[in-house]
């Protein structure tokens, strides 16, 4: 049996999230879901673009929905993410579309953070905006000042953000700017 609290919290959480708007909820893949956490990245923020990237509209910033690695096939991610030092990360940012495409870069710590989605966990990504995204750790940009040899990774297990060295292997996920 619950104690009395419990099931008037229970109570008033079911209560919030039936008040809430479908398009404003995250998809949590697998269903780990927080749901006393708001949305913060839902696919209601993104337009699809018709080539496997998305439009994030808060930002303005186009994504790739794969990881360096992956193959959007229409529907979802295929294939495992490449893993690769940071320098190698840049070096493979700076070769993906060339020859009049798009220029593709890795985002910078705040750029890749705009798109974890904290109701979410493993991963902390919306599973409509970011199907079957694996639950790794992404390079960023930014070098960890005054870190020596380390930069800015976010995790998109849990979401968080931390320093990893240059020489770890992550994935890459890419950003461009709108044009």
């Known amino acids: 049996m619950m104690p009395k609290e419990y099931g008037v919290m229970l109570t008033s959480l079911l209560l919030a999230l039936a008040m809430t708007p479908d398009a404003a909820l995250a998809q949590c893949a697998a269903g780990n879901l927080n749901p006393a956490v708001p949305a913060s990245a ?3 923020e993104f337009d699809e673009q ?3 990237s998305l439009l994030h509209r808060r930002t303005r910033l186009i994504w790739q929905r794969c990881a360096l690695g992956q193959t ?3 529907a979802a991610c295929t294939g495992a993410p490449s893993l690769m030092d940071w320098t190698t ?3 493979a940012a700076a ?3 060339q020859g009049g495409d798009p220029i593709w870069r890795l985002p910078n710590r705040n750029e ?4 974890v989605e904290q109701r979410c966990f493993s991963p902390a990504l919306d599973a409509d905006a970011f199907p079957a995204a694996p639950a790794v ?3 960023t940009s930014t070098p960890v000042s005054d870190g020596g040899e380390q930069v800015w990774i976010v995790e998109f297990g849990d979401g968080a953000t931390f320093a990893a060295p240059t020489d770890a292997l992550q994935a890459v996920r890419l950003v461009r700017d709108l044009p």
């Open 42 to 44: 839902p696919l209601t």
């Open 50 to 52: 018709g080539d496997g």
């Open 72 to 74: 959007w096939d229409g």
């Open 89 to 91: 990360a840049l070096l």
């Open 95 to 97: 070769s993906t579309g």
């Open 112 to 115: 890749l953070a705009s798109i």
């Open 137 to 139: 750790a992404y390079w």
